[in-house]
């Protein structure tokens, strides 16, 4: 066990952290303000390698270990929630999935999209009547010839709107009418049959359109099946999202240690009682409570991804229950330490001048999106208890 970092890795931590301080960080509040995508960071990171760094050499990209992706989701996130979203959205998610189940075709179509054209692969899996409960999905794909027909809808799905490539997760039907239990099927923005529906009016995250896919007879070709098996297909595609949950837990701890980050320069500044506010007691316990949360989330998160099982194609799964401590910790534990950061501000905390308001509201979000913290816990305590995930809980 070491806990230094490499050379190399440390250039990408500085890297990533000079971007995130001087490019991203300045221009943070307006994708919040306006609900706008920030296509210009995104052609940025594209540029700098920090898409896709964990797709193999032989489709194009860097072959990284999922730590590198952790260490710079960190760094991004200080400064830019939104776009340390899509750093985990091109590095994990809807990619992971394609390169360990999918077909040649569909790896180099995906890497493509990512590396050259800074497209961020959507997961379409929630439905208005199943979201935790996701195995209550109603959404279809029949066989019918050389196609699959598509029909029903998702809600709050990140990237609705401007992902070129949509996972999504649907019951599958094979052209004798036979079920195929629960499987993923690549649609393509601009299929006929595939509309966009309402956008949502998030609380925060708000640079990334959340929003309804909707599918009336969606044919797509039977090549863009990427998993189909009725035994282990929903089992497949849950595993693949253990290693988008450690990048969420990872975006949420990056951005409680930029407010951390702030509270302390603001302290050592601002003066009470002929003091500077650094020197009360009681505030520098709440910033050594922050300090041990922020340390022992990032270390749950390394384990989660350096214990990641190898598949082929460079594609590192988290086991769940490393995943699952790892994301409902972080994501409990940097919202206490955002809240906590906002507090040393006092009333600037609460104005929209700083952005600790929106740090607050952003990273909100990671106790719900990618399965809330009940959830996580369900899975942990199974592991505990060894019970098996009942379908029907
Ligand atoms: C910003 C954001 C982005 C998202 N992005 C995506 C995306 O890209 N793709 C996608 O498919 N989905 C996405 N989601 C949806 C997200 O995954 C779901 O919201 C989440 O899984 C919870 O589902 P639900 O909202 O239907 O809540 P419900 O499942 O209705 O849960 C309601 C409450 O009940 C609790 N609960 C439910 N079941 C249990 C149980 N068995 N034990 C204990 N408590 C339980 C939940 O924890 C929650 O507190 C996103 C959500 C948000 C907010």
């Known amino acids: 066990m070491d806990f230094q970092l490499s050379t190399e890795q440390q250039a990408l931590v500085e890297l990533a952290d000079k971007i995130g301080r001087n490019e991203f960080g300045p221009k943070a509040a307006r994708w919040d303000k306006n609900h706008e995508y920030p296509y210009e960071n995104i052609e940025t990171m594209r540029k700098v390698g920090f898409l896709g760094m964990t797709i193999p050499r032989r489709f194009g990209g860097q072959e990284r270990p999922l730590i590198d992706v952790l260490l710079v989701i960190e760094q991004i996130a200080k400064y830019c929630g939104v776009s340390a979203r899509v750093v985990v959205e091109t590095n994990m998610g809807a990619l992971g999935s394609i390169m360990a189940y999918g077909t040649d075709e569909q790896r180099v179509l995906v890497a493509g999209r990512i590396l050259e054209e800074g497209d961020k692969p959507a997961i379409g899996m929630t439905e208005p009547e199943a979201g935790t409960d996701l195995t209550a999905l109603k959404t279809t794909a029949v066989k019918t010839g050389n196609h699959y027909v598509l029909n029903g809808m998702k809600h709050w799905i990140t990237g609705a709107t401007i992902s070129q490539t949509h996972l999504i997760f649907a019951r599958i039907t094979d052209q004798d009418g036979r079920d195929q239990g629960i499987g993923g099927v690549m ?16 609380m925060g995250l708000r640079g990334i359109p959340e929003g309804e896919l909707i599918f009336e007879n969606c044919e797509v070709p039977a090549e863009n099946i990427v998993v189909c098996d009725p035994k282990d297909g929903f089992k497949k595609l849950m595993n693949g999202y253990n290693a988008q949950r450690v990048g969420a837990g990872t975006v949420a701890l990056g951005i409680a240690q930029g407010a951390h980050d702030l509270a302390i320069e603001y302290m050592m500044q601002r003066k009470a009682f002929g003091k500077q ?13 922050g300090e041990m949360k922020l340390n022992a989330a990032r270390l749950l998160l390394y384990k989660a991804a350096c214990n990641a ?3 082929p194609n460079n594609v590192m799964l988290p086991e ?12 409990h534990a940097a919202f206490e330490v955002v809240s906590d950061a906002l507090q040393m501000f006092g ?10 308001e929106r740090m607050l509201r952003d990273v909100r979000m990671f106790q719900i999106g990618g399965g809330t913290s009940q959830a996580q816990l369900n899975m942990i305590a199974r592991s505990i208890f060894k019970t098996k995930f009942d379908f029907k809980e």
Do not use: N
């Open 187 to 202: 649609v393509d923005k601009g299929t006929p049959g595939f509309t966009f529906g309402r956008v949502e009016d998030a």
């Open 277 to 289: 506010i650094s020197q009360f007691q009681g505030l520098q316990w709440m910033m050594g409570e």
């Open 309 to 311: 099982r190898h598949l």
């Open 320 to 331: 769940m229950k490393d995943a699952s401590i790892a994301k409902a910790f972080s994501a």
């Open 347 to 356: 009333a600037a905390g609460y104005s929209r001048d700083l952005p600790l």
